[in-house]
Structure formats: structure tokens, C-alpha cells
């Protein structure tokens, strides 16, 4: 193994990203430089691989290995690829049932799936989701079931009200018993479904033994309630877990670290830190 040879993992929404799409400021200046200084930079989002692409080439990246789907593909550099990347590793599961018990409780939502290949399914254009012709399809609600899935996505349109954000949404999930499955929930009504026991921090537990890293060499930045796994994974094996300004209490309670918020800049400081080995103190 490298010695002091850093794997930087970041999240993107929320994290890399702000609202619009645009980036966190000094964000890209401040990946040139860790990458500069030797480290290895990479992603580790629940966006998909054709949502994720784009940023690696915003950002000035190429390394081996990004993580994608919560946790549920791992991509791998493949220059044969249009985009530069195949799949590695992908875990799936049968959604039938947990697409049952949500739809019961939640019959107007918006439900996509993605498939092993990439490809996505989806009942509901969701403008957030990404989708294009090539790499999505709409179908019937019932279609969905039946089939091996990376990941489920729910949109509910019905728990967009300020007064339903964040613990109401996880209310529903907890009382249907999503027990099975590992979940996220995101800002609002959006909930991702990922295979049992899969998170950013078990694909990132296999990244490192792919490139030979220490689990302890590892610095994880995030800001939601799906970068809790990864977050308890670095800080369990000796890691760094910075948490984004504007993190929720039960995220920020998992981070080793705390930086600024997306909007002030949050990734920029906390890589200035991991380059020049200080402590967040």
C-alpha cells in the first residue's frame, strides 16, 4: 500500500454540486490539487451512472473506480467504452415486494427502477431523474415487478409540503417495515431503495481492495442521510468522514468532521485540510 496516498470519495448533490447544478465554489480547483499531490479522487453518489459521467469530466477526474446507485454499481475505467467506463460490479434484488407494499401506501407516486445494465424504467417523468430516450423507459407500474434491479426510486408528489419532508417520509418507510432492503431518504419525498446490506460504504470497502488502499486512508465527503454507511464505514476503519455544513443532525452525528456548507464552499475547505494533513479540529 501507498503510504499517505489518500482515496477521496465525494458525494455529489448537496456536496459537489448545489442546487442548480452548478458547482460548490473552488470545488474543481480543489480536486486539480488533491489530485496533484497524489491522492486519488473519486464519486460515490446514489445518482446513476448516465447522471454521473458528465461530473467526471467537469471535475478533470479519471479514477479506476466510481460508485454510482448508492452503492449498487461500481463502474470501472474501460477505454473500449464510449464513456470511458464499464461495469464492474453491480447487486441486484427482486423489487416485487417492496414495490407492493409502497405502492399501497403510496399510489400517486412517481416510481423508477434501474436495472442491472443501467437501463431505467420508469412510470412518471421526473425531471431530476435524468432520463433520455437511449438509456430510459416508460412503462406500466406493473412491468417493474418480476425483474433483478439495481436500485428503486420514489417520488412522492403528495409529501412535497414542507411539513412532510424528512421524518414523516421515513415514518411511512419504517411502518410498511422496509427491513429487508437498505433505504435512503432524501431532502424531500424521495426515497431510494438499494439491495439488502448495500451502501456507499460496502462498494467502497470493495474499491479498496481493489486498488490495494487502506480502509484507514480513506476520506469520505457527504451531506445526506445515504452517506451515513459510508460515513460509518471510514470512521470505523480509521477514516475521515467530513459532513457538509447544511447536513442533517443525524448525518452530522456520524462524521469524524465538519466542514462549510455547499453553498460557502464546504468540499473546497475540507480537501485543503486532507492535502495539508490538518485536523478539522
Known sequence: MTAGRKLVALDLDGTVLLE??????????????????????????????????????????LPEYVVCSNGAAILSR???????Y?????????????????????????YLVELADGTRLYTHFVDDW?????????????????????RVV????????????????????ERIGLNHVSYAVGWTAWLDIAPKGVDKGT??????ELQNIDPADVVV???????????????????????????PEEVVAESTDI?????????????????SGASAG
Open 20 to 61: 442548480d447544478e452548478t458547482f460548490s465554489p473552488g470545488v474543481q480547483d480543489a480536486v486539480r490539487r488533491t489530485v496533484e499531490a497524489g491522492h486519488i479522487v473519486t464519486i460515490a453518489t446514489g445518482r446513476s451512472w448516465e447522471a454521473t459521467s458528465h461530473i467526471l469530466h467537469g471535475l478533470s477526474i
Open 78 to 84: 474501460d477505454a473500449t467504452q464510449e464513456t470511458g
Open 86 to 110: 464499464a461495469r464492474h460490479t453491480t447487486e441486484t434484488f427482486d423489487p416485487t415486494e417492496v414495490l407492493t407494499l409502497l405502492h399501497e401506501h403510496l399510489p400517486n407516486a412517481n
Open 130 to 150: 435524468g432520463l433520455n430516450r437511449d438509456t430510459a423507459q416508460r412503462v406500466d407500474f406493473e412491468d417493474m415487478k418480476g425483474r433483478q434491479v439495481a
Open 154 to 173: 420514489v417520488v412522492s408528489p403528495e409529501h412535497n409540503d414542507e411539513e412532510y419532508e424528512g421524518i414523516d417520509f421515513i415514518e411511512v418507510v
Open 203 to 208: 462498494a467502497l470497502a470493495q474499491v479498496c
Open 221 to 247: 465527503i457527504g451531506d445526506g442521510r445515504n452517506d451515513i454507511g459510508m460515513f460509518r464505514w471510514a470512521a470505523r476503519n480509521g477514516g475521515r468522514a467530513f459532513a457538509m455544513g447544511q447536513s
Open 259 to 275: 466542514t462549510a456548507s455547499v453553498e460557502e464552499g464546504g468540499v473546497a475547505e475540507a480537501l485543503a485540510l486532507v492535502t
